[in-house]
Structure formats: C-alpha cells, structure tokens
C-alpha cells in the first residue's frame, strides 16, 4: 500500500523537512561520504502491493487534513534514494570503493585462499562493445562473489596488444605517402601508441561498468616483462624439440600478405567458388594393372582420369591423381556427349551424378570395375605443362564420394591432405604463388605470371584448360570457404618457409590435461577435445612488424636458420631490459652472445603469431606475479576461444610445464540485438554499453540506465548460449531493477530508529511470522549460494528477483505496513517486525552485492547503524563487500517444522481470499480490504488446524486478520456457513477437490479514523472516539492525552 493511503498527499512538506533533518543518517554519511551532498527524497516510499491499486489516495479536500492523526503514523525515512540517478551516484559510489581501496584491500587481506581469475586479454584495437561488457561483468560477478566470502581473490586486467588488428588500423589511419615512407620501428612507434590509447579508453569505460580489478596494473603484451617471458616460453618449446622450420601450405591471406592461423580465419556465408571438372590424359599403366584397364589406355579413344576441383587455379600446381584404395571405380565410355571415343574414370557411386550434369543422353557404356587401388601407378600427362608427367597415387579416407569424381586433384603445395600425401609419395611441394596471390614465373612455364590467382588468374587457367580440351564442365559452386577475418577477404592455401609448433609430439598430454580441467558449460570440453584432437601444425610465423620477433638468426650465405638455447636467453634478457624494439634497432651481431658474433648471421625477419602472445600469459602474468597463481583458479572468455586463447594456453603450458594452466574454463555467448542479429555498424543494431549507462542523444529512447541496469542484465541471461540486447529488453530489466529497489527503499525506510543492539527482539520471542521469514531468507541463502558457486547467475538474478516480489512484496512488507505505521514506535509488534526487516536486508544486500554493486553499497550506506561483518576478524563493515556472506544462525535454519506448515498453509488460504476480495472490488461492494469480514472454510483437517492455530494464537501479529489484511476471520466448521455471505468462491486443491470456501461480507463495525481498521472498539475511548482501541493506546503512549482539535470538530 502506498503510504499516502494513511497520511494522506497534504502532509508532504511536513514529512520533507523531517527526512532533511534525519540526524542518524547525516552522521552516518558523514563518516564514509564525505565529499556527497544531502540528499532530500521525494516522498513516496511504497513497495508493490497485491492490494495497491484499490487502495487509492484519497483525494485532496482543498487544503484539509485528512487525517488529524497522522503526524502519529510511523513513517519511513530514509536516505536512500527512490530514483537510481545512477550517472550522478554511480561515480560517486565507485569513488568511495576508490578512496577506500576496498578491492585492493579485500584482495589482499582477506582471510582466505587466494583466487586467481586470469584475464583473456582482449585486443587493443577498437572501441568497448557489449561483448566486452558481458565478459567482464560477468567476471565481475565471480570476483565479487569470492572477496565477500573472505577469499583474496585478484583479477589483473589485462590487453592484447600486438597483430594485425593494431598495424592495419594504423596503416588505415595515415596517408599513402607518409605510409611509404614509414619505417619499421616508426610503424611499431605508432602501432603502441595506438595500443596505449586504446588500453587507456578500455579502462575508463571498464570501471564505469563497476568492475574491479588492479587497474593501476594492468597486463600487456607489448610490455618488455611480458615480451621476455613470452620469448621464454618459446626457447623452451625450442629446447623440447616442438620449433621447426619447414615448407608447408598455410592459411595465407594474399590481402594481409601474412600466414594465417586457424583463429583468425572465418567462414562467412555466400561464397560461391568457380569449380570444373577435367580429364588428364592417361598415358600408360603398370604391367600389374588388370588387362583391361591395359587396353583401354592404349585404344584409340584413350583413357582420362576425371577430377574435380573448387580452385582451378591450383591445376598449374597439380603433381599427382589421388584415389581412395577402397572405393570402386568404373571405366566409362561415352560419359561427356562432346567425347563420345573417350572411356573417364571415376567413382561407381559418381557416374549417374556426373552424367546428369554433363547432359549425357546416350548409355554410358562401363567398360570394367575396379578398386582404387587397381588405379595407382597409372601416369598421366600434366594438363598445363607439356613434358611433365604424374601418376595416380593413394590418397585416403578424405576421399569420399559426396561430390566431385572420387579421384582428387593432388596439388602439395595448396591443400592440407594433398601435403601430407606428397609427403608420403615424394611428391613437389610446387606452389607458384607470391605473398600477393599472384602466379610466379614457375606456374606452366610462365604463361599466367603476376595475374592474382583469385581472379584474372584463375579464370586464365580455366580458359586454357578448355583450350586444351581437359576441361569438362564449370559450374559455380557454394560453400564454405575461408577468408581472413580482419580484412574480410578469401584466402589461399600456400606453400611457404614458416616456423611452425608440431603438436604431435605433445597432442597426448594436451589431451590428458583437458580431462583434469573443469569444463562449463559441460559440452565445452567435447569442443576442445576435437579441436586439439584434429588440429595440424601451428604456423607460428608472421611477415609482419608490429609483434613480438622469434629469436632466429640465418647465415647469410645458405640461408640456414641458426638458433639455440643460449641465443633465445640472450635476446630474451636483451628484451626483458629494452623491448623488442630492440631486434630492428640492433644489429645482428649486437643482438647475438659474443660467441656467435662475426659469423655473418642475419636478423630472422619474422614475428609470432599473436595468439602464442596471449597463449604465453599464463607464464609472463599468471605464475610471474606474487599475487597471482599458476594455474589458474579459472578461465572465462567467449565459446570461440576454445579454438583461440584457451587452446593456445593449453598447448604452451602443457609443452613447457606438462601441465593446464587453468583448473576451471568457463565459457559465454555472443551479444546479439534482441531480434537474435548479429551486431553491426552497418545494421545499425549496435548497442553501446556506455550509452546504456549514460543515455544516448535521445534521452527519451536511450535513457542512462546506469551500470547496475547493465550488470543486472548480465545478470538475467543465461549467458551459455548467445544472448540478446536491445531497448525492450533494456526497459524490462530497469522496470525489475525499479521495483526491487523500491522495496528495498521501503524496508530500509521502516528500520530509521531501529539499533539492533538496543531494539532488537530476541529469536525466542518473536511471532511465527517472522521466525517463517527468517527460515525463508535461510532458504534463499542456500539457493543464492549455490548458485553463484556453479557461475549460474541467472538462477540468483531469478531466485533474488523472486524472493523480492513474492515473499517481501506481496506478502511480509505487505502485512508488515499495520505492524510499522501504527502501533507506538517502540512496541514489540513494530520492534520484531524492524528485527527481522534488519536481518532480510542485511543478507539481501550481501546477495546483491556482486551484481547491482552501486544499489548494495548505496543501501548499505542508508543502513541506520553499522551492520557486523560476518567475517572472521572484522567488526565494522565499512563497505557491503566487508559484510562477509549470509548471517546464518541455526535457530533461523532449523525452526520448528509446524511454524513453516502453518504459514505454507496461511498463504494458499491467503491466496483463496484474496480473489474474493478482488471480484468485490471489481463489483465495487468493497473498498479498501480492511472493510472485509471474512469467513473461511477449510475441507482438509491439517489445513483447518493450522488454519485455526493462528485464529487462537495470542499474538496479534500472527492473527489472520493481519495475514489477510481484513477486519474479521472466522475459520467455519462447515461450508454451509459460507452460503450466506455477499460473496464467496471456492478453491480447488492441487491434487483433491475443493480445499477452500471463502466468504466475505462487509463489516458492521465502524471505522477507525487512524489505521482505518472496521472495529467494534472504535468509539470506546472519550478522548479519541474516532480511533480503535490499538490506536488509542498508541497515541497515548506518544503523549496524546486527548484528540487533536481537527479530530474533534
Ligand atoms: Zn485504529
């Protein structure tokens, strides 16, 4: 109910000035806020109420006092604010968190172990964006969590600041000619700077999101310390034998003029390749080979190997036609109308598609089945370069027949598979492609020199395939195909001198490691596992300038590389004192021992890959600082890191330590608008997680919500899989994020004067009512406790939410408003009521501490005393993140089994009446539910004697008059009883048939001018004779011997 229902809209001034002078409170803020201001409050102080809408304000009567009585109502007072006004409030709260180092100082000296959540460094190139939020509130959330619970829990922030990313963007940033003139270190100059600024706006925007971490310490990885300690890792990955140096296709995007790694590739939908069949011309076949495969090779029409392929420009690279030993094959004659004479190979299962494509109309005449293996060592001539011939090799069981021929195109310097088939066959590893994508001279004798191979070039290659009447049929082709994600280009697959990882020697014991790891969600490790399972080589070589360079020399001469253990430790020290700006400053010699200088060793000109940057944090942060600890408590980045930073985590630490870096990886989604869309500028779709905070232009559209609209969003979703943002769903949280924190207004409002030391009600002697609530709130504890403990924040966004609506809400503070307005400000109705509200918002705000940071602090500023900590050794809690967890006490967890029956029992009959007061209302017979006179029926015995057991108990509060807020219970034997009220419904049990009659009638007592109760006392007093026999002895204790004069007209 809303308190201006007692006192009435006139008394407002009255009210305002007494709230300014609330000398508790200015005390109290003087101690901790300094620096704030008083704050003076709108009035109203209401919480959601079941009964709140009929019970309306009365309306003003000029400027009359509704009732003269009101000054002796107990109203709320309080501090704390029924608007959030967040951007206002929100910095000053994180202001006192600073000036008091409360993160610094619980991280430090909290009694507990230390907890060591290590940061996925994110890359330093772009503005923050929602995923940035999710993450590191989320993280937030765990830290939070553990340092109220008394562990040193310590969150080092840290950036990934080398890569492409940064370089492009600065390359991006200038003109072409200043571009050309650039030199290396100027580049990385300004690649830093770029890193260095972006770093800076990260970390402003990310304590404005409330997160606390050692911002005054954050992680790089251009920083010299770390530089070192990743060239460390490197050397000892050397040292094991994992670091070699070979020819080998690599992902390459021709657009970034690098090697790619699996992680910086992506799949976008869309791209259509030019495929083609061809027929290479079979020259001869073994002397083993089966007869008739002998005699069609020698016939007149010829035999030709059919193959299919989506990248005709790797033909002039062909060096062998792989088969699959199982599979069958048939010879087909007349297979492609234009060449009637000539017999094709290709898959059995094939022959019908390839006919229908090729519009074969005539029978296509099968000479003969065989096996693949039947096939190997069949030659023929190369399609592109006279004089060259190759032969029919085994491939395997990557040859399937889902498309193409069943026979594949073998090209060793442009395919995976086809590399390690060259490999097994001695095959060249030919790839006459340069670092733009354009054909060398050695691509078919020169004829397609310097044409892009994913354009002019390949439509060349085509054209020349059909001169020389290989080619088959050209059809274009969907499928997925890699492009790199930063410029949004195709890619290539290439042969080129890199410096790779071989994880082979140590796939088992990474493999080993992911099984002691703790995977959430569960299906994470299923993700990881095949990852690592199937994962290659790791290419961990770049051509670029702006990273960290691998410590290898070459001689001049040979072109041999040249590095060892000595020398790696030598430029790891040189770097740990000057950077790796360094390496380009330096002269080879200057960079070598001096055992190996005048040797004529050149500089390596190649830097890492960035993902072994971020993949070595756990060695140059994790296990280098005294605060944290290797390994990890836990890891928490976004599902795709299992392929990026969790894997290349995992593959550097179990090569270097034999051991996971991480004990626990807990994973998130991505941030999508709320239709389910990808985010993007283009769209327009994307939501600013500072403009939710601050408001964006349109304040009507885009208000500032504040960051604990934000975190308790975060809050909301079930982060595991993908989630969504967006203005609606903005609006529903700020609507729970209002409502909850008026209820938490109203109940710090109604414990103004109340000191528990000196006001609180001992447990024994408290009514049932509260002894249930504090049994709930032990509940609640539980649930709320495991939750965080298993990262399920939505279960306490949705266990808190909960408990704030239906059992505060709508039930206790409902009931409670008769228990703190009317009775004497020191009576044991209103004192138990205040102890119990004290120990409800106490733990309450500890629940809340973690996820709306700003609404617990500020509340726990508001508190009329100084709550105890519940952590061992502290007394005072300054801060709500000093409060330790949940005060819990066996008496509030084990109370007694009939008191909890009872009350169960209370609010299912509380739920029956409730609807026959509604549908009188709704007829409007009833006005406010105090008019109601009630009569229940119970058709269970256990439901009529708990039931009954209240109508008996001494104390008013437990009454059911109070519990329904009626004027009149009488609990009937019979249901005849209810037949003659005005209104009456029955409700059906769950499991049985009817389990309560309610009726209802208007009461015939008067009512009471004070707490508006229909009482038969009301009159009995001469000196009041508008009020009940309660309220007449309330107003005579404060003093008011007779009836104000209003009264008495
Ligand atoms: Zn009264």
Redo the contacts with the bound molecule.
């Keep these: 109910m809303d308190r201006v229902a007692f006192v009435g809209a006139a008394h407002s001034v009255s009210l305002a000035s007494r709230w300014a002078g609330n000398r508790a409170f200015s005390l109290r803020r003087g101690r901790h806020f300094t620096t704030l201001p008083s704050y003076r409050s709108t009035l109203t102080c209401s919480t959601a109420s079941t009964h709140a809408a009929a019970e309306k304000p009365r309306k003003k009567k000029g400027k009359a006092d509704p009732s003269p009585y009101s000054a002796t109502v107990n109203l709320p007072q309080t501090a704390f604010e029924q608007r959030a006004n967040a951007t206002k409030r929100e910095p000053q709260i994180q202001k006192f968190w600073e000036e008091n180092a409360v993160y610094q100082r619980l991280s430090r000296e909290n009694p507990g172990d230390t907890f060591v959540l290590h940061d996925g460094p994110p890359f330093a190139n772009g503005p923050l964006h929602c995923g940035h939020a999710l993450n590191k509130i989320l993280k937030d959330f765990i830290i939070k969590h553990s340092l109220i619970n008394g562990k040193k829990a310590v969150f080092v922030p840290g950036w990934d600041t080398h890569g492409l990313p940064i370089e492009l963007k600065v390359l991006q940033g200038i003109k072409s000619k200043e571009r050309k003139n650039l030199s290396t270190l100027g580049l990385r100059q300004k690649a830093r700077e770029f890193a260095n600024t972006t770093v800076a706006n990260h970390i402003t925007g990310m304590k404005r999101f409330g997160v606390w971490a050692d911002w005054d310490n954050p992680y790089l990885t251009m920083n010299p310390e770390y530089e070192a300690a990743q060239i460390d890792v490197f050397g000892k990955m050397y040292e094991a034998g994992y670091v070699f140096r070979g020819k080998k296709p690599v992902h390459w995007s021709p657009s970034s003029r690098t090697a790619l790694a699996e992680a910086e590739l992506e799949y976008p939908e869309g791209h259509t390749s030019q495929s083609c069949y061809c027929a290479f011309t079979a020259v001869s076949a073994p002397a083993d080979a089966p007869s008739f495969l002998r005699e069609v090779v020698s016939s007149l029409g010829g035999l030709a190997l059919s193959v299919w392929t989506t990248t005709p420009w790797t033909m002039p690279a062909n060096r062998a036609v792989a088969v699959n030993n199982k599979l069958e094959y048939v010879l087909a004659k007349g297979l492609h109308p234009q060449l009637p004479e000539l017999t094709v190979v290709i898959a059995k299962e094939l022959l019908e598609t390839a006919s229908a494509k090729f519009g074969t109309s005539d029978i296509v005449q099968e000479l003969g089945v065989l096996t693949g293996k039947d096939l190997l060592g069949v030659q023929y001539t190369h399609p592109l370069e006279d004089g060259l011939v190759c032969r029919v090799v085994e491939g395997g069981d990557y040859i399937t027949t889902e498309t193409g021929t069943g026979l594949v195109h073998t090209a060793p310097g442009h395919g995976q598979e086809d590399y390690q088939t060259g490999l097994r066959e001695d095959l060249d590893l030919h790839s006459p492609v340069d670092d733009a994508g354009k054909f060398t001279e050695e691509a078919a004798n020169g004829r397609f020199t310097g044409l892009p191979v994913l354009g002019d070039g390949n439509k060349a290659v085509l054209a020349e395939l059909s001169e020389r009447s290989v080619l088959l049929l050209e059809e274009a082709y969907a499928h997925k195909y890699p492009y790199d994600w930063r410029t949004k280009k195709p890619t290539i697959f290439r042969a080129t001198e890199q410096w790779f990882i071989s994880i082979e020697g140590f796939r088992e014991s990474v493999l080993e490691a992911i099984e002691n790891v703790n995977w959430y969600p569960a299906s994470g490790i299923k993700r990881i596992r095949g990852m690592v399972e199937t994962r290659g080589d790791w290419c961990i070589s770049r051509q670029r300038s702006w990273g960290v360079p691998i410590p290898v020399f070459y001689d001049d001469e040979t072109g041999e590389s040249f590095m060892n253990q000595e020398i790696v430790n030598h430029v790891k020290e040189i770097v740990k004192e000057q950077g790796t700006d360094v390496w380009w400053e330096l002269e080879a010699d200057d960079l070598l021992p001096e055992a190996y200088r005048g040797r004529n060793l050149r500089k390596g000109r190649d830097t890492m890959d960035v993902w072994f940057d971020s993949g070595s944090s756990w060695a140059a942060v994790a296990s280098a600082r005294n605060e944290l600890a290797y390994p990890a408590d836990i890891y928490l980045e976004g599902s795709d890191q299992h392929r990026g930073w969790f894997q290349s985590s995992i593959l550097t630490s179990v090569a270097t330590k034999q051991q996971a870096p991480y004990k626990n990886v807990l994973t998130h989604g991505f941030v999508l608008d709320e239709k389910g869309v990808k985010m993007s500028k283009s769209i327009g779709n994307v939501v600013d997680p500072l403009s939710v905070i601050n408001g964006g232009n349109n304040k009507k559209t885009d208000p500032a919500y504040g960051s604990d609209v934000l975190r308790l969003w975060v809050s909301s979703v079930d982060y595991s899989a993908d989630i969504m943002i967006g203005p609606s769903i903005l609006r529903q949280v700020a609507d729970v994020y209002r409502k909850l924190r008026n209820t938490l207004r109203y109940m710090v409002g109604n414990i103004h004067d109340f000191v528990p030391a000196e006001h609180a009600v001992p447990y024994s002697e408290l009514p049932t009512l509260d002894k249930y609530m504090l049994s709930r709130m032990m509940q609640l504890s539980e649930e709320v406790g495991q939750a965080y403990e298993s990262f399920a924040f939505f279960k306490v966004y949705q266990a808190l939410q909960r408990f704030a609506v239906v059992d505060l809400s709508n039930f206790y503070l409902d009931i409670a408003k008769d228990r703190l307005y009317?009775p004497e400000p020191n009576s044991f109705r209103r004192r138990s009521c205040q102890t119990v509200l004290a120990v409800l918002l106490e733990n309450y705000s500890r629940a809340l501490a973690p996820i709306v940071s700003h609404t617990a602090e500020d509340l726990w500023q508001s508190m009329p005393y100084v709550p105890t900590s519940t952590k061992a050794g502290v007394v005072d809690s300054k801060s709500v993140f000093d409060a330790g967890w949940f005060e819990r006490r066996p008496e509030w967890i084990n109370v007694d089994d009939s008191v909890m029956k009872n009350w169960e029992v209370v609010l299912d009959a509380r739920d029956a009446v409730n609807k026959v007061l509604e549908a009188a209302r709704v007829g409007k017979t009833l006005g406010a539910s105090m008019e109601a006179s009630v009569k229940i029926y119970a058709a269970d015995p256990e439901d009529a004697q708990a039931l009954q057991s209240l109508r008996n108990c001494s104390s008013d509060v437990d009454s059911l008059e109070r519990a329904f807020i009626v004027s009149e219970v009488e609990v009937v034997s019979s249901p005849d009883e209810i037949a003659t009220c005005a209104h009456s419904n029955v409700e059906q049990g769950e499991k049985t048939g009817e389990r309560f009659r309610v009726g209802m009638n208007k009461s015939g007592a008067p009512k009471?001018?004070?707490?508006?109760?229909y009482?038969m006392t009301?009159g009995d007093s001469h000196a009041h004779p508008v009020?009940?026999g309660?309220?007449t002895k309330a107003v005579v204790s404060m003093g008011m011997e007779t009836a104000p004069v209003a009264a008495a007209v």
Excluded: A, G, S, T
């Design positions: 009317i009471c001018e004070r707490c508006w109760h009482d009301v009020l009940c309660r309220c």
